[in-house]
């Protein structure tokens, strides 16, 4: 019966907007202030810009209280962002999800409204070919459960015109990260989302794919015949190719399971893509985004800012489902931060690098490489003035702002 109640997203902008693709347009320096930092002998950010909420939005854009989920992509001379806005970071009916283009960082193009009456989530673009794809998660509408329904894709057809959305993959999905992996587009996401809260549910599973052909609808697994690559308390995961075709992933896993609770270190050898060895580290890195930058690897995701930052607390002499509970309560109270961390793919590990301008609620990362050591990142972030240790739970009632910045790494 609800299924019924999920119909194709709306696309506004019923005239072409003004612009014309150029693909010979590079994002630096295309996309102005972003490129003009150097960098240096360590790893830098610098000041970051408001657009949501701002007076950049263009007309058929209104942000709410809160903004956050977020994506950005560099197509065909230019930066496409998508982002969530809502009453509260929570489930509601009056959550909209809007993209939104530019060449220049100055003039935006409203380009397609999505609004279900139910919360969405997760957007993500996909680049196959030459084509353009733009995935959602659709929720439930009620603020006290984390409720997957669905997930849905919408093409873009010619400057400012976007298919109606449609179902894709298994019910339930929630669509993490899509990205190119050696050559290949590809998405990788997880069903069994509602159990993460459930501390005597299901497990979680994450399933990877990639296209057929250049068909961001018609999805088959990466690894042919083996979707499943996790399953027990994993669920957003991203990762990057090796150069010696293996792979190398982080996947947050705050159900807990076998590794115990934080998030998994995870490797798999070329060859045998669909066989992940993994270890267990006891920090949760939420919302992870993981890249190149030559020989080394990096990732943006959140921190909890503790004495040692960890979601695992050792509880062992609990039963897992009231450690589930222990530690949930435990991160909810204490403060965030979006921190870039440097991946080790030989010892599975991880090491903080720097925090980004970032508070309360926080740590949605959009990337997208700019050249010369030079990245452009999205994030959302409370504001950034005043108690910057709020508790994270009480700071996803208030507002939250979606900004952009240069991240340099020498």
């Given at each position: 019966?609800?299924?019924?109640?999920?119909?194709?997203?709306l696309?506004?902008?019923?005239?072409?907007?003004?612009?014309e693709?150029?693909?010979?347009?590079?994002?630096?320096?295309?996309?102005?202030?972003?490129?003009?930092?150097?960098?240096?002998?360590?790893?830098?950010?610098?000041?970051?810009t408001?657009?949501?909420?701002?007076?950049?939005?263009?007309?058929?854009?209104?942000?709410?209280?809160?903004?956050?989920?977020?994506?950005?992509?560099?197509?065909?001379?230019?930066?496409?962002?998508?982002?969530?806005?809502?009453?509260?970071?929570?489930?509601?009916?009056?959550?909209?999800?809007?993209?939104?283009?530019?060449?220049?960082?100055?003039?935006?193009?409203?380009?397609?409204?999505?609004?279900?009456?139910?919360?969405?989530?997760?957007p993500?673009f996909?680049?196959?070919?030459d084509?353009?794809?733009?995935?959602?998660?659709?929720?439930?509408d009620?603020?006290?459960?984390?409720?997957?329904?669905?997930?849905?894709?919408?093409?873009?057809?010619?400057?400012?015109?976007?298919?109606?959305?449609?179902?894709?993959?298994?019910p339930?999905?929630?669509?993490?990260?899509?990205?190119?992996?050696a050559?290949?587009?590809?998405v990788?996401?997880?069903?069994?989302?509602?159990?993460?809260?459930?501390?005597?549910?299901?497990?979680?599973?994450?399933?990877?794919?990639?296209?057929?052909?250049?068909?961001?609808?018609?999805?088959?697994?990466?690894?042919?015949?083996?979707?499943?690559?996790?399953?027990?308390?994993?669920?957003?995961?991203?990762?990057?190719?090796?150069?010696?075709?293996?792979?190398?992933?982080?996947?947050?896993?705050?159900?807990?399971?076998?590794?115990?609770?934080?998030?998994?270190?995870?490797?798999?050898?070329?060859?045998?893509?669909?066989?992940?060895?993994?270890?267990?580290?006891?920090r949760?890195?939420?919302?992870?985004?993981?890249?190149?930058?030559?020989?080394?690897?990096?990732?943006?995701?959140?921190?909890?800012?503790?004495?040692?930052?960890?979601?695992?607390?050792?509880?062992?002499?609990?039963?897992?489902?009231?450690?589930?509970?222990?530690?949930?309560?435990?991160?909810?109270?204490?403060?965030?931060?979006?921190?870039?961390?440097?991946l080790?793919?030989?010892?599975?590990?991880?090491?903080?690098?720097?925090?980004?301008?970032?508070?309360?609620?926080?740590?949605?990362?959009g990337?997208?490489?700019?050249?010369?050591?030079?990245?452009?990142?999205y994030?959302?972030?409370?504001?950034?003035?005043?108690?910057?240790?709020?508790?994270w739970?009480?700071?996803?009632?208030?507002?939250?702002?979606i900004?952009y910045?240069?991240?340099?790494?020498p």
């Open positions: 019966m609800r299924y019924a109640l999920l119909l194709a997203g696309v506004a902008c019923a005239d072409p907007p003004p612009y693709f150029d693909d010979a347009r590079e994002p630096c320096p295309a996309l102005g202030a972003v490129c003009d930092a150097t960098p240096g002998a360590a790893p830098a950010v610098g000041a970051p408001i657009v949501s909420p701002s007076t950049a939005l263009p007309p058929g854009v209104t942000s709410q209280t809160s903004n956050n989920n977020l994506d950005i992509v560099w197509y065909r001379g230019r930066l496409f962002y998508a982002f969530r806005t809502g009453p509260s970071h929570f489930a509601s009916r009056d959550v909209v999800m809007y993209v939104m283009s530019t060449a220049d960082h100055v003039t935006w193009t409203h380009e397609a409204t999505f609004d279900m009456n139910r919360d969405l989530r997760e993500r996909l680049v196959a070919g084509r353009l794809f733009f995935y959602f998660a659709v929720l439930g009620y603020a006290g459960t984390f409720e997957p329904l669905e997930a849905r894709v919408s093409e873009l057809l010619a400057p400012g015109e976007w298919s109606a959305s449609q179902v894709v993959f298994e339930g999905f929630i669509p993490w990260r899509a990205k190119t992996f050559g290949k587009p590809m990788i996401g997880y069903v069994g989302g509602e159990n993460i809260y459930e501390t005597d549910g299901e497990p979680v599973r994450v399933s990877w794919w990639t296209t057929e052909g250049d068909d961001g609808r018609a999805v088959v697994p990466m690894v042919p015949g083996k979707p499943i690559v996790l399953e027990g308390g994993s669920s957003e995961t991203d990762l990057v190719a090796l150069p010696d075709g293996g792979l190398f992933a982080v996947s947050r896993n705050e159900l807990g399971d076998d590794l115990g609770w934080g998030s998994k270190l995870c490797r798999a050898e070329a060859g045998d893509l669909g066989n992940w060895r993994c270890v267990g580290d006891p949760k890195y939420d919302s992870p985004i993981v890249f190149e930058h030559g020989a080394d690897i990096y990732m943006i995701a959140r921190r909890q800012v503790t004495a040692d930052g960890h979601y695992d607390l050792m509880l062992r002499n609990l039963p897992p489902a009231e450690q589930t509970t222990q530690y949930n309560v435990n991160y909810w109270i204490t403060p965030k931060r979006c921190a870039l961390w440097k080790d793919p030989v010892a599975l590990s991880a090491a903080h690098v720097l925090d980004l301008p970032s508070s309360g609620d926080t740590c949605f990362p990337v997208v490489p700019l050249g010369a050591g030079r990245y452009l990142v994030n959302y972030t409370s504001p950034l003035e005043g108690d910057l240790d709020r508790p739970m009480k700071a996803q009632f208030e507002p939250t702002q900004h910045l240069t991240l340099t790494i």
